[in-house]
């Protein structure tokens, strides 16, 4: 295991930006295995005031996204690739399962697994824990192409 990925890392990782940057950091990184992604949830999430007034919850889509960013980070270092020299495409997402609700103020914890990988397709399981529980459970997969 390594160290924890700091966020200046991870801007070097991924290609996404506020607001669309869904992991503050990552720990646990295992080269072709696994990485821990981990993620902050403030009240002033760009999401908040639409879902919903008076009662926020994280979009139960960008829990997925930011558990599909925690596994491309785990692809561009097992890879060593990086945005310039190729995309991390999210390829699809199954056995979903949103079990509690995240609202602001959470810790989210995204232990993310490689299930298998062949010709540049990664495929994942993944969960966010917000503050101790399972909130969301997912398998899905992200294809690697070379940036022309």
Known sequence: MSDRIENAEIQTLL???YPFLLIDAAEDYVAGTSIVGIKGV???????????????VMPGVLMI???????AVLMY????????????FFMG?????????????????MPVAVTAARHGVFKFKGEVWADGKRAVQAEFSAKAIENK
């Open 42 to 56: 403030t009240a002033n999430e760009p999401f908040f005031p639409g879902h919903f007034p008076g009662n926020p």
């Open 77 to 88: 270092k097992t890879l060593g690739a990086s945005p310039d020299s190729a995309t991390v």
């Open 15 to 17: 290609p996404h930006r």
């Open 93 to 109: 997402a199954d056995k979903v399962r949103f079990r509690a609700p995240v609202r602001p103020g959470m810790m989210l914890r």
């Open 65 to 71: 996204e930011a558990m599909a960013q925690a596994g």
